[in-house]
């Protein structure tokens, strides 16, 4: 997907037809969790154009230019060629899903009163995203390194299994 804002917008129209929902609460329908995967690659997007912009503030060509932000035409074409150069895919959700419960969900796990019932279910939740990341991890790997790779490395893991 791309980090090109008006192309994200095209991008994520085909996910936003299925369902629209805060990532705020918690879906409770499959158009609901649609309308969470829409808002998560929406945000996702975003935080991979923080990082775009932030590596452009320290090229030479845009501290040549003078400027601290992207309010003139010439730094925001250095923006714009980076962020054409630049998308986000499986893998950039995953990093920043696990920043996120590392870093940031996790400290709401001591703090307040009210954590306990914001955070219910939190644990048995992550233990279903593990499950779930490893498929798409394992789908993901198994086209990266190709059939035959694959079969011998899930062999190495479950001797005698065939992962097909």
Excluded at 65 to 77: P, Q, Y
Aim: proline share 2%; aromatic share 10%.
């Amino acid at each position: 997907m791309s980090v090109i804002p008006a192309t994200v917008e095209t991008e994520l129209a085909t996910v936003k037809v299925r369902g629209q929902h805060s990532l705020v609460n918690k879906p409770t329908t499959a158009q609901e969790a649609w309308g969470c995967c829409a808002e998560y690659l929406s945000g996702t997007a975003g935080w991979e154009r923080s990082n775009v912009e932030e590596r452009v503030r320290e090229t030479a060509q845009f501290k040549a230019l003078g400027v601290s932000d992207f309010r003139t035409k010439a730094a925001r074409e250095l923006r714009d060629i980076s962020y054409a150069r630049r998308g986000i895919s499986f893998l950039h959700q995953a990093s920043r899903y696990r920043g996120k419960a590392n870093y940031r969900d996790a400290i709401y796990l001591a703090y307040g009163t009210s954590v306990t019932n914001q955070l219910s279910g939190f644990v048995d939740d992550m233990l279903i995203v593990l499950k779930g990341f490893a498929a798409m991890a394992g789908a993901y790997c198994s086209l990266r390194v190709g059939k035959t790779a694959w079969i011998d490395f899930a062999d190495d893991l479950v001797p005698g299994i065939r992962a097909e």
